[in-house]
């Protein structure tokens, strides 16, 4: 068992999800994700939407290694909290590199993937996940 | 507003119990509150129940009326209280404002969670549930993880070493040694811990608050009511405060600090009209190691980055500056998550009462029970002072 399956719920979510959302508050500046109307830290409604950065930097991280039931047949993998280039938090797993490999400080950029399964009856769930910055210059 | 006070406190032993269901656990421990208070079941009329995952890991909610009809209570007003994690503090909060307004003048605050119905993996997909379900459960992140975003961060920033976090376990196994409730009877090393299993990197199993079944209840009443009763130490809940923060770490302006602590402490110490300095024994929140160390700073016990520090000199041991987790703590008595709050609560009273037998501080007086749900979005802090 894990969570109640939903079509609506993922679908409702799409805009911020797979475009990467979020909301500047015209008032005291935060930028945060997903989009919401009210400023979460000053309650503001001068709230604008704004298309946030596809790329940034691991700030900190964690190996899942007991997932919950969603994942489970996924672990270890990597979740890690990203600040974007225009210094938004956004929480999202690292993809394309092994656990050991990944570190706080590393540059990352978004990629479309496969998030988790709402069971055998249910749809499958995307969202956006970070890869380490392939830089070309040194290869 | 009249006074609130603590007379009787019950509760079930925190273990596996594989042969009790939710309401078999939540019963028992109500009546050896009842008993304990030395009333009528028939004189409580209200009772708050202190619940997260009821409806997921037992299809069971409605708690409310359950507990009032396994009492043999029906009638009695009686609900469910949800915080994640703080659910137990919010129900005796509940049960606060209900005996302070007048409206009430005794009433019941049960806690209760039964996590080893179901398999450990369902049990990691309802404790995730106290984060935003759309974005962070999500993205597969396990409330373990969650926490070690903060133990990483906490370590790069003050550059305090794990070994001297993982402290916090060894203590709280033990003084559970000495408590017949406590889930964990066995005391443990600072090698066991450091060489457990990682679960979510940096945490180890043996950082990590268990999976456990338990209930605890309090008998709340008036302070006319508790007069009338023949004790030899009245026990007062001077002070009840719930605080919230922004629900997800990612919005927050600093991962290192619970805001809600320091807003919900403030709140209490003015309702008991006390400072840091009168509290002479402390209950934190240490579901994981790291987070008891920024508990004692968020309550104004330690500089930023210093917490560690009062573990390592002994600060917190029973005849130290600020006993904490006397009982066991979250690590070792245990962690059954909506109960959590209230066995906090049934362990100062005991301590003030003078009944933790080797366990036993001398002589306190003030205790603090601080519960907190998710990480941090939301902090119940309740106060405890003993009347003579």
Known sequence: MAYVRSVPRAWRERQNKYRLIGGTCKDCGKTFYPYRGICPVCGSSNVEAKKLPETGTIETFSVVRTPPTEFTGQAPYVVALVRLDDGTLVPAQITDVEPEEVQVGMRVEAVFRRYREQGEKGIIEYGIKFRPVVNLESK | ???????????????????????????????????????????????????????????????????????????????????????????????????????????????????????????????????????????????????????????????????????????????AANNPLAQYNKPLS?????????????????????????????????????????KDVFVELAGSALATDILSLHDRPDLTTLSATVKARSMAFKQAGIDVNDIDILEVHDAFTVLGVIHLEDLGFAKKGEGWKLLKEGQLEKDGKIPTNTMGGLKARGHPVGATGVYQIYDLVTQLRGDAGANQVPDPEIGLAQNVGGVGGTVAINVVRRVR
Request: aromatic share 8%; net charge negative.
């Open chain 2, 190 to 230: 600072l090698e066991d811990v450091l060489k457990s299993p990682l679960v979510a990197d940096p945490i180890r199993l043996l950082e990590s608050a268990p999976l456990g079944d338990g209930s605890a209840a309090l008998v709340i009443c008036s302070e006319e009511k508790a007069r009338r009763l023949n």
């Open chain 2, 1 to 175: 507003m009249g006074k609130a006070y603590i007379v009787g406190i019950g509760a079930t032993k925190i273990d596996e119990h594989w042969e009790k269901g939710i309401r078999d656990l939540m019963t028992e421990a109500s009546l050896r509150a009842i008993q304990d208070a030395g009333i009528s079941k028939k004189e409580i009329q209200g009772i708050f129940v202190g619940n997260m995952s009821s409806g997921y890991l037992q299809g069971q909610e409605h708690l409310g009326s359950l507990l009032a009809t396994w009492l043999g209570l029906p009638g009695v007003a009686a609900n469910k209280v949800e915080a994640a994690c703080a659910s137990g503090g919010a129900a005796v909060h509940a049960a606060y404002l209900a005996v302070k307004s007048g409206l009430y003048d005794c009433v019941l605050a049960v806690g209760v969670e039964k996590l080893t119905d179901a398999p450990t993996s369902d049990a990691t997909s309802a404790l995730i549930m106290a984060e935003d379900q759309e974005y962070v459960a999500f993205a597969g992140f396990s409330f373990v993880a969650l926490n070690a975003l903060v133990y990483r961060e906490y370590m790069r920033r003050f550059g305090v070493r794990q070994e001297d976090i993982a402290l916090f376990a060894v203590h709280d196994h033990k003084y």
